[in-house]
């Protein structure tokens, strides 16, 4: 080897082990972690088929804060409710931003109120809220809705004459009616294809993204475009809710009225049309689509499985179950429906409520944070735009805030005098400056729904109570209850 070919080969050493001295120094000051491989990051100590399980693993060797390598990309994990609450409540701006989630975002490509990010996110998320509220979101006009659409289940709910049944599609039809009301003006028939596709496409769509194959194409999407499987039908539900989406939009647009709007979707189209000049606008036709399909989703899946958790622990737990409707017979009585002025008279039902979504905890994962800028976090720096997970898990599981975390127990949410107890380590809607925009919707439906079908029914079980399994069947995006029938019985 000639003298100039060393020369060049002690430079590239040099090159390597300063590169390799900078990329360690900044390492030190990220939270630890365990060591990632090339390309496959940590996924040996990751099992995609039980991501959450993992994730939770790390937590207790690593601590509250600690950072994973999914794939090729750097995250930082969040675990038990201090370090949750100090990132999304004390610092939520900077913890504002959303993480990078494949099986949504190659569909939303960043539009939408659920997945944008800076001045977009801010603006559309503004605008939306005082549009739900226009539209009675929180208030008693979307109460009345409720009610209504709580009548039409009951319906559904008495032809079952004691057989045994599914609950899953006629509550999502109920559920999703009430977004839809807010979306498109008006609910759908039962029977309606439109409603039958708009649950078909979610309720399939939440089923894969909580799905092992729906967390490998968080890690993998460009490799998993090119793989077959289920998480392809994911992009197909997608395209089929887009075009129906679609259609309803242009049916609105032939009618709109710009000073009487009937929806939502009236009310985006006279924004966007009020900007159309504006190159500079966040109101266009992808973003209309992108926030519609969010509301839709958001507003059919987390409730209708919320509630299915419910139906499961009521039927386990009789005792619970009886001592709700005695409640709903001495406040409410059966000449008459629940309303959400009977709630504060009703300690122990809403202590239930709150427990069915502590334990089910349906999203545990939350959708992924980003950063917003580079920020000190309990003594370590989280560079700008690295993406965070908070275990929503550890924090409803967090035995420094619950007695028997592990446990269905609505004592939780009960005071020494049996009045309802709030706690500050509720989560089940995230926190902060990304919570739902649908949580005061969602607490009404949960309230009203169940009260009402208890109020009517008793829920029988199928199965010796002892064999009634109320962990989940898989949790990825979603905690899934087990597939099960009950029957009615009329009270």
């Known amino acids: 080897m000639d003298s100039t070919s060393t020369a060049i080969l002690l430079l590239l050493l040099a090159l390597v082990c300063l590169f390799l001295t900078i990329g360690s120094r900044g390492k030190g000051r990220l939270p630890p972690g365990p060591r990632p491989l090339p390309l496959l990051g940590n996924l040996l100590q990751l099992r995609s088929q039980d991501m959450l399980t993992s994730l939770t693993k790390l937590s207790k060797e690593f ?18 409710y201090q370090a949750v609450k100090e990132a999304l409540v004390d610092q939520g701006e900077v913890f504002s931003g959303r ?13 939408g109120i659920a997945f944008s990010n800076g001045d977009k996110w801010k603006v559309l998320r503004r605008f939306s809220i005082q549009i739900l509220r226009n539209f009675g979101m929180g208030k008693r006009s979307i109460e009345e809705r409720i009610l209504e659409e ?26 999703s009616n009430v977004i839809c009301s807010v979306i498109f003006g008006s609910r759908f028939d039962y029977d309606d294809e439109r409603l039958l596709t708009i649950i078909h496409h979610i309720n399939d769509n939440f089923q894969i993204m909580s799905s092992p194959w729906g967390e490998l194409y968080n890690i993998f999407p460009s490799l998993l475009d090119w793989v077959p499987g289920p998480h392809r039908r994911l992009f197909e539900n997608y395209g089929r809710m887009k ?26 189209l ?43 622990a009521l039927l386990k737990y009789p005792k619970v179950q009886a001592r709700v409707q005695e409640e709903i017979d001495r406040v409410v009585g059966r000449a008459r429906l629940p309303t959400l002025d009977d709630r504060a008279a009703m ?14 905890n349906v999203i545990p994962l939350n959708l992924p944070h980003r950063v917003t800028q580079d920020t000190t976090f309990q003594g370590f720096l989280i560079p700008k735009d690295t993406d965070i997970i908070t275990l929503l898990n550890t924090v409803h599981y967090d035995p420094s805030q619950f007695l028997t975390p592990q446990e269905f127990n609505p004592e939780h949410f009960l005071d020494a005098n049996q009045s309802f107890k709030k706690s500050p380590a ?18 009404m439906e949960l309230f009203l729904y169940l009260t009402a079908i208890l109020q ?32 009615l019985r009329k009270r």
Not at 243 to 268: K, M, N, T, V
Not at 458 to 478: K, N, W
Request: hydrophobic share 35%.
């Open 347 to 360: 300690p122990y039902t809403d202590a239930v409520i709150h427990e069915v979504q502590r334990f089910a």
């Open 426 to 443: 509720f989560m089940p809607f995230s926190a902060g400056r990304r919570v739902c925009l649908g949580e005061s919707l969602a607490r």
């Open 99 to 111: 993480g990078n989630y494949p099986v949504f975002f190659n569909f939303t490509k960043g539009n």
């Open 150 to 175: 709580g009548n039409f289940l009951l319906e559904e709910l008495r032809k079952t004459e004691g057989e045994p049944f599914d609950p899953t599609f006629v509550l999502s039809r109920s559920v």
């Open 63 to 80: 601590g509250s804060v600690y950072t994973v390598y999914l794939g090729p990309r750097r995250v930082v994990v969040l675990s038990g």
């Open 270 to 312: 006279t924004k966007m049309a009020q900007e159309s000049q504006d190159p500079l606008s966040h109101f266009h036709m992808d973003t209309l689509l992108m926030t519609t399909h969010n509301l839709l989703f958001g507003g059919t899946e987390t409730v209708g499985t919320t509630l299915r958790h419910a139906f499961l």
């Open 243 to 268: 075009d129906l989406i679609a259609s309803s939009i242009r049916d609105h647009q032939a009618s709109l009225d710009p000073d009487s709007p009937r929806d939502f979707i009236d009310c985006f």
């Open 456 to 487: 009517s029914f008793s829920l029988q079980p199928l199965v010796a109570r002892e064999d009634i399994d109320l962990t989940p069947l898989s949790s990825g995006l979603g905690n899934l209850p087990r597939p099960f029938q009950l029957r």
